[in-house]
């Protein structure tokens, strides 16, 4: 099998609350939740890992543990982001 991959398009998402940087971040489509708080330069202290919210248009999508995934792998709510996340 060959797979081959042409330009990935980037996308938008506003990164808020207890991150060392929020603000809005350029990232690959194919990023995560984790990407996106990466990119913003971690959680500060006061920042939670079990409760991470993702919100698509102004609406509630999911809540991302990432305690968990970085225990026990699970993915929960780890989607790809899209634009304007």
Do not use: H, W
Not at 24 to 38: D, E
Not at 54 to 62: E, P, Q, S
Not at 76 to 84: D, F, P, R, T
């Amino acid at each position: 099998m060959q797979l081959t991959l042409g330009r990935i398009r980037g996308v938008s998402v506003n990164v808020l609350g207890e991150v060392v940087t929020p603000g809005v971040y350029n990232l690959p489509s194919l990023s995560t939740i984790p990407s996106a708080i990466f990119m913003a330069g971690g959680l500060q202290e006061l920042g939670t890992v079990r409760d991470i919210t993702l919100f698509r248009g102004g609406k509630k999508v999911g809540v991302f543990d990432l305690y968990d995934f970085m225990m026990n792998g699970n993915p929960g709510a780890n989607c790809s982001l899209q634009e304007n996340d």
